[in-house]
C-alpha cells in the first residue's frame, strides 16, 4: 500500500519559515520524481517544486529563491524548505510521488498570518 505523509504544516506569521516533509511508503522512492503542489481556497493545485531521482529541481517561478526542495533517499523523504513565507503562501500543500503512476499525499495546511 504506497502512502505520502506530509508533516510540518502550522501557523507562521510573515516572514518566517516552514519545513515540510513527505515520509513515502510503498514505493521505490528514489525512481521517483518527488513533488511539492499547493491549493489555495478557491483557486486551482499548482506545482510548487519537483525534484527528479537524480536530483535536478524545478520550481515554479514565483517561488524560486524563497522556497528549496530535497530528497533523502536513505529515509524515503522529500522535504520543502519554505523562507520569507507570505499570507500568499497560504495553502494546503500535497507531497506527489510520480514515476509510472502518481500518488498524492493527504496535504498540510500552511497558513502565513499576523
Known amino acids: 500500500q504506497v502512502q505520502l505523509v506530509e508533516s510540518g504544516g502550522g501557523l507562521v506569521q510573515p516572514g518566517g519559515s516552514l519545513r515540510l516533509s513527505c515520509a513515502a511508503s510503498?514505493?521505490?522512492?528514489?525512481?521517483?520524481?518527488m513533488g511539492w503542489y499547493r491549493q489555495a481556497p478557491g483557486k486551482q493545485r499548482e506545482l510548487v517544486a519537483t525534484?527528479?531521482?537524480?536530483?535536478?529541481?524545478n520550481y515554479a517561478d514565483s517561488l524560486k529563491g524563497r522556497f528549496t526542495i530535497s530528497r533523502d533517499n536513505a529515509q524515503n523523504t522529500v522535504f520543502l524548505q519554505m523562507n520569507s513565507l507570505k499570507p500568499e503562501d497560504t495553502a494546503v500543500y500535497y507531497c506527489n510521488a510520480d514515476y509510472i503512476r502518481a500518488y498524492w499525499g493527504q496535504g498540510t495546511q500552511v497558513t502565513v498570518s499576523s
Open positions: 510503498g514505493i521505490a522512492f528514489r525512481m521517483y520524481t
Open positions: 525534484i527528479t531521482s537524480a536530483g535536478s529541481t
